[in-house]
T-cell receptor
Framework: EDKVVQSPLSLVVHEGDTVTLNCSYE??????LLWYKQEKKAPTFLFML????IEKKSGRLSSILDKKELFSILNITATQTGDSAVYLC???????????FGKGTKLTVNP | NAGVTQTPKFQVLKTGQSMTLQCAQD?????MSWYRQDPGMGLRLIHY???????DQGEVPNGYNVSRSTTEDFPLRLLSAAPSQTSVYFC???????????FGPGTRLTVL
């Protein structure tokens, strides 16, 4: 059975801190790993990673994939209160558009 | 483009009632899916469709039916609502073979 595990499940930090969110997976026929940010409504897409060792960046957010060790990290530097959200990790497997989601990491950034 | 739209935004049902959650997309996406999200459980796939006339079960299909008569619409039917179906329901869509899915705003369903 395909499995995606995120850690920690929740995290409370102060504005300006740097955080690292983790996502590990055990799936058959890995195709890609995706990160989504979910505030109070629908998940919104952040990154898609398919190749090991290539960092994706968008402003203060960055993510990297390690296909040998089967995990990805999402880094957020100089956190702001607007970064408070649930961050979801999902994996796509070959031959299907289905995504397998982890349970999410709830990040709270306090002023 | 409106993207992925869902109606209603909120719904309260009594046990045993039936209802249909509506989902539509205007991006000509072939793939559409329904997820439910419960506290601490992430998103779990209920049903999905790879094109008009083709549907299949996901991880938690029991108690739900779907059909896909057009590319644009993918309604989710609750046949006889149960309190265990209290959840937030998200519809999502993507192009065939694409991994990035676009999500609707969700429907919050409460079954009493």
């Amino acid at each position: 059975e395909d499995k995606v595990v995120q850690s920690p499940l929740s995290l409370v930090v102060h504005e300006g801190d740097t955080v690292t969110l983790n996502c590990s997976y055990e799936v058959t026929n890995f195709r890609s790993l995706l990160w989504y940010k979910q505030e109070k409504k629908a998940p919104t897409f952040l990154f898609m990673l398919t190749s090991s060792g290539i960092e994706k960046k968008s402003g203060r957010l960055s993510s990297i994939l390690d296909k040998k060790e089967l995990f990805s990290i999402l880094n957020i530097t100089a956190t702001q209160t607007g970064d408070s959200a649930v961050y979801l990790c999902a994996v796509a497997t070959g031959g299907s558009e289905k995504l397998v989601f982890g349970k999410g990491t709830k990040l709270t950034v306090n002023p | 483009n409106a993207g992925v739209t869902q109606t209603p935004k909120f719904q309260v049902l009594k046990t045993g009632q039936s209802m249909t959650l509506q989902c539509a997309q205007d991006m000509n996406h072939e793939y559409m899916s329904w997820y439910r999200q419960d506290p601490g459980m992430g998103l779990r796939l209920i049903h999905y469709s790879v094109g008009a006339g083709i549907t299949d079960q996901g991880e938690v299909p029991n108690g739900y039916n779907v059909s896909r008569s057009t590319t644009e619409d993918f309604p989710l039917r609750l046949l006889s609502a149960a309190p265990s179906q209290t959840s937030v329901y998200f519809c999502a869509s993507s192009y065939a073979g694409a991994d990035e899915q676009f999500f609707g705003p969700g429907t919050r369903l409460t079954v009493l």
